[in-house]
């Protein structure tokens, strides 16, 4: 679902039961919404250690992000998966 729409079920449910996973991709597209689920994932996953959170991004800083989520969880695994570049023309 989009970010706003996570955000609304958040409003209602803001454990989100029955949720596994959350996957946010091209996290380097920041925004105040995109910015803002961030920190509510990082407080639900203080209550909920069994939740996964997997953000994706081609050009982010992923230790950056790996940082930020383990304050709260400890640990915090990066997987890289080496790509190339093509050129433009």
Do not use: K, W
């Amino acid at each position: 679902c989009t970010t706003g729409i996570l955000l609304r079920r958040l409003q209602s449910d803001p454990l989100m039961g029955g949720v596994s996973h959350v996957i946010v991709d091209e996290v380097h597209e920041r925004d105040l919404n995109s910015d803002f689920l961030l920190i509510i994932l990082r407080d639900v996953l203080s209550q909920r250690p069994d939740l996964r959170v997997v953000t994706m991004s081609a050009t982010v800083n992923a230790q950056l992000f790996a940082d930020y989520f383990s304050q709260v969880t400890g640990v915090c695994p990066v997987v890289e998966i080496p790509g190339r570049t093509f050129p433009v023309q």
